[in-house]
């Protein structure tokens, strides 16, 4: 028998150990669609925008990933903080630097208003929903979910108050308990999905985003429902 041959046997019966063992295969990860740090390529896979390129289109928190149809930036702060990751781009595009609660800007007078990852953190949704059926006239928000927040834990590492549920026309808030942001407080789950050795479930959390995060699209104006925590939970 070939020296090569033997090798190969020998290898593919450590993979084979491995795999019974571990449940994984010893291969990069080569997902079916590249894991990308931007939002955009799952979100149009649920979603079209339908955004025209005469119209005003506002990113509500676009941080180092702006919305590629915006044509306004907003951000509250505009250096660091606890919840964002990156310094922000610009890609030569206006920046505000305005309060979610306050926009500045008539009622209706913005076509399209994109806001991803930024209501779960706020202290009020209902307010800054309010002023974004205001300023308005349709958009799109998202936030993860309690099912994404539970197995990475991330809630409570990246300052999450609310996880949020869409039932056609309304927005669900609600607000964690101290139990809940803890997740499952281990790393498994996430040394799993981003790890350089391949497993099944890597392919299916990133084919399957739309059920790790609420996706919510609306038009005209939508209604929102907030349930606060009792003060000792």
Known sequence: ME???IVRKVILSIKGMVRKVL???IVRWKPAIPFRRDRIWYQELQFDFQIKPEEKVLDIGSGPTPFPYATILCERFLGETVHRK????RNDLPML???IYALPFSEKSIDFIYCAHVLEHIDNPELACKEIIRVGKRGY???PNYMKDALFSWAGLMHHRWHTV?????LFFFEYTKRQQQGINNSGWSDIIFGDTYHPLQEAFINHQDLFHTMFYWQNDFKIVVYYQKKHD
């Open 3 to 5: 020296k090569k041959t």
């Open 97 to 99: 630097q305005a309060d």
């Open 23 to 25: 449940g994984v295969d």
């Open 166 to 170: 869409a039932v056609e026309n309304t």
């Open 141 to 143: 928000l998202e936030t």
């Open 86 to 89: 990156g310094e922000i781009v």
